[in-house]
């Protein structure tokens, strides 16, 4: 019965720490990807007249701001892998 108790246990546990990890992941690649808008954003916004340029940088800064949440998410998530 104690090995089945602890073979339970260590199933749940290791269950637990695998979401956490696929969680920290995902939202690491979702900063790359919001980082990487964000550089495409300012390119266009400096190859382009004027009136463009200002919707190119607000984009930039959207995206900007995203990638900032995004990496937040994935640190929180790390800090709960294991706990």
Do not use: C, W, Y
Request: no cysteine; net charge positive.
């Amino acid at each position: 019965m104690k090995k089945l108790f602890l073979a339970t246990a260590i199933l749940f546990s290791t269950a637990a720490a695998f979401a956490q990890t696929g969680t920290a992941i995902k939202e690491t690649g979702k900063a790359t990807v919001e980082t990487t808008k964000q550089a495409k954003e300012n390119v266009e916004g400096a190859a382009t007249a004027e009136p463009k340029k200002t919707i190119h940088k607000a984009r930039a800064k959207a995206h900007k701001m995203s990638a900032r949440q995004h990496r937040a998410n994935a640190k929180a998530a790390a800090k709960e892998i294991g706990k």
